[in-house]
């Protein structure tokens, strides 16, 4: 019986301190609306990764810019196309929409999920 309590207690401290370990993930679908941007992680943060998919119609563009100041990196992607990036600590990615129609992207975040989100606009 001591052995099945202390196999529970070991069990239950792993799976909590799995929680904080770095694989949790933040799935998301955002929409743009036209001549707009969406900006992940214009907050002081570590490292993370994206996985962006364009859902819609038109083109977006994507670029990285550092809290600090500028963009650079600049990426298009065209409808159904899928990009993974890694995005440096304290740089936020920026998603443009520069259509005259609103746009959505899917996005898997991992790595620092403690990120900011919002529009430009």
Known sequence: MKKLNYLLICACLILSACAILPFQKLHSTTSIKAHD????????????????KNIS??????????????????????PNQTIKLRVDRNTALKIENNADNDVSVELVVTGDIGLSMGYQN
Not at 38 to 49: A, S, T
Not at 58 to 77: C, D, E, F, N, Y
């Open 57 to 78: 119609s038109s083109t977006i563009t994507v670029w990285q810019a550092p809290i600090s100041g500028g963009k650079h990196s600049p990426l298009t992607v065209s």
């Open 37 to 52: 941007a969406f900006i992940l992680g214009k907050n002081e943060h570590g490292k993370f990764g994206v996985k962006l």
